[in-house]
């Protein structure tokens, strides 16, 4: 590889977006281009082929349609946003050889077992989110061989829509707040999710481009909790005392079905990049 490589960064004022440009943007190892929504926007073909006039060795794609629920009645536009658009990608990546890192979801999983996930367990998503995720993965591996697709869930960041930062806004709003307890799931700090991505693509540039690093991996801070655990974790860390009342996922119907258990097994992960991998109670206590 050369001695700098040249990196974009689609989806760039996202939460991870953001997080990654922090990394990226002042790293003399690296010549680096964000690109955003108006530079670049998955939803039409034609901005997506700008992406054949850039240079680049490395591209990271941040961006998806994510509004979960929303997606049960826009199926279309999510689908060319989180699948559709990873075919056009994919292609061009593949024309120039480059890297492709690409984000996932636990969504892809919701498969009824109830033990840490492998990458290589069943995937039978239930949500048009979590259908199109799932194919936007089958596009990119069918075209692009050089890739890392990093399966992640629970995001968070300081910055941004997420559930820390809704929970902590209605803390503000409401007399009390009602939150699913019987969803399991790891919670994910963004910033250590882009410290594992910039590992995987760090062991790439040192010449560990053998197929078996290529593929797909699991990424969550350590442990397990609900919503309503976390958010109630939240509440301790931030020292707030509006009420917080445990619900059932039947007492909040939803438009998209969400996973009863997601928890992901990221032993693959941690054993390529050699890793120590926080628990979510952690990651949590440095965002806040």
Known sequence: MKSVCKIIILGSTGQ????????????????????????VNLSRTESIHKLKDYDFDILINTAAYTAVDKAESQQRRCAKINALALEEIAAICQKKQALCVHFSTDYVYDNDLNRPLLETDPTTPKSTYGITKLLGEKLLRAICKKHFIIRTSWLYSRQGQNFVNTMIRLSKEKDEIRVVNDQIGSPTFVDDLALVTDKLISLYREGNQQSDLFGTYNFSNQGETTWYGLAKEVFRIKNIKTPLLPITTEDYPTPAKRPAYSVMDCTKIKAVTGMTIPDWQDGLRRCL
């Open 16 to 39: 991870l977006g953001t997080a990654l440009k922090q990394v990226y943007q002042n790293n003399d190892r690296y010549i680096s281009t964000f690109l955003n929504r108006r530079s």
